[in-house]
């Protein structure tokens, strides 16, 4: 691959099932794992870190703002501090299953409004920094946002993410909801081989947009998720073959 595919995994919660990990899992090299704030807990933790490793997949923390009935895709007033131990008891936790299973933690990856805040919010994107700082590994973010400013800045490994099922609007932002409907695997095949060969696609209005992809994301919850990984997966590593 000459790029990272990543997902957000382990998203169940108890006897409700979220995503088909172990069918996306074998076309991913980063699994974000999450920490039980959005969605998650114990077992499904064990578990998504017990597939990864079966795979040989790279684990990372997806953490989020507390908020398990709205799936982290709801804002919150948080200030710099309080959000930091946030982030940290969720990393801790993920952290827990990782020694237990001999893996170390890849990376870092906020998830839902929490990346958004992060993205143009500074005390929130200061936050991730401070805890990010005690693991020292990279954290995933939007290029040319507060994501890469302030974490270049202090000197943490930032990875510039591209996501191919979802949409951009013209200034470049995410467009965030709370539910993501079904994505035309090929096109968002196509779309994942533009950022990465081009540097370049289109808006939702279809503005030119300049982009970087250093890992390309796809969400275990769309309802094609799995032939979203398998195409992304199949036309990605088409580049590096060429």
Known sequence: ????????????FGLYKMGDDAAIMPFITQANVACGFHGSDPNHMRATVELARRHGVKV???????????????EM??????MANIVLYQIGALKGFLDAEGLTLSHLKPHGALYGMAARMEHIAEAIADAAEVYGVPV?????TLHEEIYTARGIGFLAEFFADLDYDDDGRLIITREHDAVDPDHA????????????????NGTPLTVRAETICVHSDTPNAVEIARAVHAAVGEIAAA
Request: hydrophobic content about 40%; glycine content about 12%.
């Open 1 to 12: 691959m000459p790029v990272d595919i990543n997902c957000d995994m382990g998203e169940s």
């Open 60 to 74: 990372g923390a997806h953490f989020s703002l507390p908020d398990l009935p709205g799936f982290g895709r709801r």
């Open 189 to 204: 095949a196509r779309r994942a081989v533009a950022a990465v060969r081009d540097g370049r696609i289109e808006s939702v």
């Open 140 to 144: 995933l973010g939007l290029a040319g």
């Open 77 to 82: 007033k948080i200030d710099r501090a309080e």
